[in-house]
């Protein structure tokens, strides 16, 4: 054996002693957020009775360690910032997949944390998985996962903690999706709104007696939350959601779709998968149990309703004087008369004479040729010139069409 082999094998048993030392004395959280596997090592600061609690609340996502992994040791504490953490995820997708918190209380700290792991698990499964910013929750027989997607602060806790009396806890912040309808449960502890201004709290789900999610989990249903609030309680109502307005709706609450080949139309054939986006229109989390009880059945197929659009731009002669142009989206799709391109993490929608706009742009162009083609595809009613010269301006402040001068 080898010197070296030697030393290897000592740092290997030194590291894998000191990490069972560490794990006993209650200093590290393994963890499995989101299908990813992080190590959490509270600093001096961390009482016991704070890192127990932080144990119960994280309970669901505990994961057993197959190797140590050891985060460095937290920093040494700031002025104002007592507490400290340090986390490490086994993923190297992003830098070393190290990070470490400082905070003034303990409570903002476990919120920064709870923060902070499902950013790093979103960015380590970007491309992998339809992150969609929702609760989600489970039939504890068929697996069938319904998930409520709404913005932060609108409602999906709340929604949570009722549903998941009944219906088994997915999570109560993002919904995971995989390339074949599995979800990756993410059964996080709830963050429960104090009082303004305070940290929210983490608790777990055991305490509000909340159903584990069942073995293998699959997306049925995706709905997003509307939630009326006023002095007058509105009955809930539940409705289909077209497929244009479902991805304008869809694309802002989801995480790192845009780091699909074909984010657009990946997400169109979930939704077409699932039989379509719903949406229900609520004051009382209370009442959304019995209307959302048929989504937890398999819905009828809503047909093929979209085709890609081509995203390449055509590669011809150099751009006329002012010639326009379209910017190459990274994904763009065809719904009945719309068109939806997306550039970058943003969405744009155009309808009327727009879809036909940028066609006609699929390679440099003047606006006259421009008006020409558009033309061709929605007659010369009086002012249509002046129509298309103002729908090539509001393209191009949308960055959707780009002019060049040579």
């Keep these: 054996m080898t010197s070296a082999g030697i030393t290897g094998s000592t740092r290997s048993v030194w590291q894998q002693r000191l990490f069972d030392e560490l ?3 209650g200093d590290l959280l393994c963890l499995k957020v989101m299908g990813q596997r992080f190590v959490v090592r509270w600093g001096r600061a961390v009482t016991w009775q704070q890192r127990a609690s932080m144990s119960i609340a994280w309970a669901r996502c505990i994961s057993g360690s197959l190797e140590p992994l050891l985060p460095p040791e937290p920093m040494e504490p700031s002025a104002g910032s007592q507490f400290t953490v340090s986390a ?5 997708k992003y830098g070393d997949g190290t990070f470490q918190l400082e905070a003034a209380s303990f409570e903002e700290l476990a919120e920064n944390l709870t923060s902070r792991l499902t950013v790093s698990a979103i960015l380590a499964n970007a491309g992998e998985l339809t992150m969609l910013h929702a609760c989600g929750v489970a039939d504890p027989d068929t697996g069938a996962v319904v998930a409520l997607v709404a913005k932060s602060g609108t409602g999906k806790t709340t929604a949570a903690s009722v549903l998941a009396r009944t219906y088994g806890y997915v999570t109560d912040e993002t919904v995971a999706i995989a390339w074949d309808g599995s979800v990756v449960p993410y059964p996080k502890p709830l963050s429960v709104k104090q009082g303004a201004g305070a940290p929210k709290r983490q608790a777990g789900p055991d305490e509000f007696g909340l159903q584990p999610a069942p073995a293998m ?4 249903s995706i709905v997003l939350l509307n939630r009326v609030q006023g002095e007058r309680p509105v009955a809930p109502v539940l409705k289909r959601v077209p497929l244009a307005d479902a991805l304008l709706a869809l694309i802002p609450e989801s995480s790192s779709q845009a780091e699909f080949l074909d984010p657009l139309q990946s ?3 979930l939704i077409e998968s699932v039989g379509g986006v719903w949406q229900v229109t609520y004051s009382e989390a209370a009442d959304l149990p019995t209307v959302l009880e048929p989504l937890f059945q ?4 809503s047909g093929t309703e979209w085709e890609p659009a081509a995203p390449e731009v055509a590669q011809e002669a150099p751009t006329p004087v002012w010639g326009i142009q379209r910017r190459a989206p990274k994904d763009a799709v065809k719904i009945g008369g719309d068109l939806l391109v997306m550039l970058d993490h943003e969405i744009v929608g155009l309808s009327g ?3 036909a706009v940028w066609e006609a742009c699929s390679g440099p162009a003047r606006l006259d040729q421009v008006t020409e083609q ?3 595809v929605h007659g010369e009613p009086e002012g249509y010139r002046a129509a298309v010269a103002e729908a090539v301006e509001q393209l191009i402040a949308l960055s959707v069409l780009v002019r060049s001068e040579i």
Excluded: D
């Design 23 to 25: 794990a006993r004395g």
């Design 217 to 220: 989990p699959f997306i049925q």
């Design 353 to 355: 004479i727009g879809p």
């Design 298 to 301: 398999l819905q009828a197929a």
């Design 374 to 376: 558009v033309a061709k």
């Design 267 to 269: 997400l169109c054939r």
């Design 88 to 92: 490490t995820c086994a993923s190297m």
